[in-house]
């Protein structure tokens, strides 16, 4: 299966449970996540949003339930699968020693890209082109969140992932980051943005799933009032 066979306009969650020895990380799940989605993935420490995003990532495999992209899985399809998810986690995985462009460069060739062809536009999505020659230990944690992100963007994923991606940002690389964001769902992605800032949320995710030990409580769309939903499902928990 090649080309347009392998991307996919929706996401099925199906009963999804992932158990590590006794524990119960997650625990029958199920969503459906949709092109143009921001879904925003709420639920206390501990609740079991990462072991969602890494099964989502096909990183972790499912104890129990499914998830299907389009017609492919995880399983059958994980090549392909993975050539269309882009993933930003808590570690930026960028080098600090290398310059913005030196770094773009070296993640597009392990997509199989041609640097020239695609590290220009990251490095302006970034907003860095007149800084795609400094190391990136030089830059502040919204540069380097801004870069990572773009990292993660350059194969034009379907799927994209993000784990905690407001962390450390002052108010303005918030507003750039999320922009972005609502960019990406504008242009047909499906993102799933696992977040505490539930004020960050409120402008900006179209559907929302709480969930707290390892169980969907709540999932709705068109979402307003992120924080009062959140604060009546599972009280002052973070």
Known sequence: ??????????????????????????????????????????????????????????????????????????????????????????????????????????????????????????????????RAEDQVSAFSRGMRQRLALERSLMHAPRLILLDEPFTGLDDRAVGIVANRFRQLARGGAILVVATHDLDVADGLITRMAVIQSGKLLHAAEGVTQVRQQYRALVGGAN
């Not at 199906?14 to 199920?30: L, N």
């Not at 096909?58 to 399809?77: E, F, H, K």
């Open 1 to 130: 299966m090649t080309g347009r066979a392998s991307d996919f306009d929706r996401v099925d969650i199906v009963e999804v449970s992932r158990h590590f020895g006794r524990r119960k990380a997650v625990s029958r799940v199920s969503l459906t996540l949709q092109r143009g989605d921001i879904l925003g993935l709420l639920g206390p420490n501990g609740a079991g949003k990462s072991t969602l995003l890494s099964m989502l990532a096909t990183l972790v495999t499912p104890s129990s339930g499914r998830i299907t992209y389009g017609t492919l899985t995880g399983n059958a399809d994980g090549a392909l699968v993975r050539a269309r998810i882009g993933v930003l986690g808590h570690e930026l995985h960028l080098y600090p020693e290398l310059s913005a462009r030196q770094n773009l460069e070296f993640f597009a060739r392990l997509y199989g890209l041609d640097p020239a062809a695609v590290v220009p536009a990251a490095l302006e999505g970034a907003g860095l082109g007149d």
